[in-house]
């Protein structure tokens, strides 16, 4: 306090000091004959100088009252740190720093906190790949012998990995909503079947495919859900990776206990496969109108990357508002350069389709041999 205190005192005589040196200059200026301006003499000039100096470093050294110290950030936790030096660090993870230290501050060596939800949020804001940590992962005690014959079999019901959820069974989700994912026996037939020119069957697909002598064996599902496109597609003997988010419910361990492969990446994120590989890129209903566009066009050119030549993508049940599909989206999917293969345009009857005048688009396209 007599530290504040004595600081305004300075800064006061400061400003007194420079205002009676100004009028002093002024003054003689008014009264010298001829009217024009007089030199001001170095030495006030220098004094001037002086104060002005000695104001703005008072002005430094003084407690800002807005920051206090007391609400000053926290130092980074210590592995945070070791971390940066080793690797770098996405900037949407520096731009969340409270969700990054609390991610990052456990004890080393130990077992992790239970914090898969605050792992969720950071990857949602964009901070991916997550730093890496030197803590034991928490795993169940009892874990299956084999991977399931059958990708439709049903889930199991006693899983040590649902706490963080509301149901504690997948039999409590697949009861929720048939269209989650965890209801195999609505999975078993999802993909098979055409009840609309929306609609375009695996075996469809497939034949397509070979009619035009191509083949389809590597391919990756973005944001697939419980991994049921994978499933289908896996008895037909293709292998199918499955990127999908945990948004408030457990996908990426259904994925899993199916026997299938789950990539817990966004949306945002570049596509984890390397150049001209895979054979089909299929985008289901994650991919949207609710997309900023320019983050789709991005999305949609790194699926041009790791397709190869003569390779397909499938835009599966993709909605939209009727204008925007025309005007926006249809241009945006034209960039590419694909030959379409199918492309069916239906309106989406739901309420909110209804209200919003809404469409459906199901595309296949197919990537030219060569550019």
């Known amino acids: 306090m007599g530290f504040t205190m004595g600081l305004n005192f300075l800064l006061l005589l400061g400003m007194v000091a420079t205002n009676i040196l100004s009028l002093y200059h002024l003054s003689s200026t008014i009264q010298s004959k001829p009217p024009a301006a007089a030199p001001v003499p170095d030495h006030l000039i220098h004094q001037l100088s002086t104060i002005r100096a000695t104001i703005n470093h008072l002005t430094s050294l003084q407690p800002s009252k807005k920051t206090p110290s007391s609400a000053a950030a926290p130092a980074p936790p210590s592995d945070l740190l070791i971390y940066t030096h080793i690797s770098p660090i996405a900037s949407s993870c520096k731009d969340n720093p409270a969700l990054l230290h609390q991610y990052m501050n456990y004890t080393p060596f130990a077992l992790c906190p239970n914090d898969s939800p605050l792992a969720e949020d950071l990857i949602l804001r964009g901070c991916h790949p997550l730093p890496r940590r030197r803590c034991f992962s928490r795993t169940p005690s009892t874990t299956p012998t084999s991977l399931p014959v059958d990708p439709f079999s049903p889930l199991p019901e006693k899983t040590a990995i649902l706490s963080h959820y509301s149901c504690k ?95 817990h990446a966004p949306l945002q994120q570049r596509l984890p496969v390397f150049d001209g590989v895979l054979d089909l890129v299929r985008c289901g209903h994650a991919v949207n109108r609710w997309i900023p566009v320019t983050s789709m066009e991005f999305l949609f050119f790194d699926v041009d990357r790791v397709l190869r030549g003569g390779g397909y993508f499938l835009v599966d049940h993709f909605f939209s508002k009727r204008m925007d599909l025309e005007k926006v989206f249809t241009p945006l999917i034209g960039k590419l350069g694909y030959k379409k293969v199918k492309w069916a345009v239906a309106n989406k009857t739901d309420s909110s389709g209804v209200k919003n005048g809404e469409v459906y688009l199901t595309a296949l396209l197919q990537k030219p041999l060569t550019r």
């Open 169 to 263: 069974t997948f039999s409590c989700f697949a009861g929720l909503k048939s269209d989650m994912g965890f209801d195999m026996k609505v999975e078993k037939s999802r993909f098979l079947t055409y009840k609309s020119d929306l609609d375009l069957p695996i075996s469809q697909l497939l034949e397509l495919a070979k009619s035009a002598k191509s083949v389809i064996r590597l391919a990756l599902d973005i944001g697939g859900g419980t991994g049921t496109f994978a499933a289908q597609m896996k008895l037909q003997n293709v292998t199918v990776l499955t990127t999908t988010m945990n948004l408030g419910a457990p996908y990426n361990e259904a994925v899993a206990i199916r026997g299938l492969v789950p990539l």
